[in-house]
């Protein structure tokens, strides 16, 4: 079956950095796209970042731009998402997902991992 198993999580000071890895096992398709969403208490689930397998092209969510950067290592089976510049509204469970099929990063997320929280400090 499907696995996606996040980890990197923990606690951070403002203005410090994070390396979210998402390690994914068990499918098979060619088409595909690995996105990192995060929740936080009271609010909507946010889509942060995607990379689509077609042709690696990323997608970033406005809160993130230029501080966080999504990345993946074929080889490994895992991606990445670095997070520069952290900010205590950054505080949130953080899941990676996969959407199968040629939507790619619009498609619609079958498979998520477990999550992993990441807590942000003033």
């Known amino acids: 079956e499907v696995q996606l198993v996040e980890s990197g999580g923990g606690l951070v000071q403002a203005g410090g950095s994070l390396r979210l890895s998402c390690a994914a096992s068990g499918f098979t398709f060619d088409d595909y796209a690995i996105g990192w969403f995060r929740q936080a208490p009271g609010k909507e689930r946010e889509r942060v970042s995607c990379i689509s397998s077609n042709d690696g092209s990323t997608y970033y969510a406005d809160s993130v731009k230029g501080r966080f950067t999504i990345s993946s290592d074929n080889a490994k089976n895992t991606v990445y998402l670095q997070m520069n510049s952290l900010k205590p509204e950054d505080t949130a469970v953080y899941y990676c997902?996969?959407?199968?099929?040629?939507?790619?990063?619009?498609?619609?997320?079958?498979?998520w991992g477990q999550g992993t929280q990441v807590t942000v400090s003033s």
């Open positions: 997902a996969v959407a199968s099929g040629t939507y790619y990063c619009l498609g619609r997320y079958d498979y």
